[in-house]
T-cell receptor
Framework: GIQVEQSPPDLILQEGANSTLRCNFS?????LQWFHQNPWGQLINLFY???GTKQNGRLSATTVATERYSLLYISSSQTTDSGVYFC????????????FGKGTKLSVKP | SAVISQKPSRDICQRGTSLTIQCQVD?????MFWYRQQPGQSLTLIAT?????????ESGFVIDKFPISRPNLTFSTLTVSNMSPEDSSIYLC???????????FGSGTRLTVV
């Protein structure tokens, strides 16, 4: 089946540091999303990025569809960036649901 | 942007009882999705709910345990039936609000079964 693998599983940063999170997937992509789940469990949509590069403030994401990976960059990290970051892709076709990776748990220390 | 409202946000329930979770979208959508997130785990799809037809369940999930209603294009409910402590999870609904913009999730229902 389709696989979505994320690395690293855990990451501890000092406030102000930069980081790169990686997502590898086993099949072609027509929907690749990055989410941030905050400590209260709310899942926030960060990027919809099946290909190319997007930026939103201190966050940016790049997906290289031909090589089946996506990267999420966090610059100048803040304590509010803490939480779990998930990437997810869908099956495509008529199946619209998402398959999630296991996530990267980020802790930003003051 | 459109909003997904989910309630209750959290509940503590006795084993053997049932809880119904509601998901309301402020625009019409064809498909609504229900996910479960067990403690410390990733999200797993429970079922897909289409208006006017029975929900489609993923492997490992059955209608008797997780009955779903989809009475119109903006609303769905998921019931967790005959609960046990193993059902303690976060339950989330999701929709694709606009093609090409990805999927959006409700704020989730944190369920604890005691």
């Amino acid at each position: 089946g389709i696989q979505v693998e994320q690395s690293p599983p855990d990451l501890i940063l000092q406030e102000g540091a930069n980081s790169t999170l990686r997502c590898n997937f086993s099949d072609s992509v027509n929907n690749l999303q990055w989410f941030h789940q905050n400590p209260w469990g709310q899942l926030i949509n960060l990027f919809y990025i099946p290909s190319g590069t997007k930026q939103n403030g201190r966050l940016s994401a790049t997906t290289v569809a031909t090589e089946r990976y996506s990267l999420l960059y966090i610059s100048s990290s803040q304590t509010t960036d803490s939480g779990v970051y998930f990437c997810a892709k869908n099956y495509g076709g008529s199946q619209g649901n998402l398959i999630f990776g296991k996530g990267t748990k980020l802790s930003v220390k003051p | 942007s459109a909003v997904i409202s989910q309630k209750p946000s959290r509940d503590i329930c006795q084993r053997g009882t049932s809880l119904t979770i509601q998901c309301q979208v402020d625009s019409q959508v064809t498909m609504m999705f229900w996910y479960r997130q067990q403690p410390g785990q990733s999200l797993t799809l429970i079922a897909t709910a289409n208006q006017g037809s029975e929900a489609t369940y993923e492997s490992g999930f059955v209608i008797d345990k997780f009955p779903i209603s989809r009475p119109n294009l903006t609303f769905s409910t998921l019931t967790v039936s005959n609960m046990s402590p193993e059902d303690s999870s976060i339950y989330l609904c999701s929709v694709e609000l606009l093609p090409g913009y990805g999927y959006t999730f409700g704020s989730g229902t944190r369920l604890t079964v005691v």
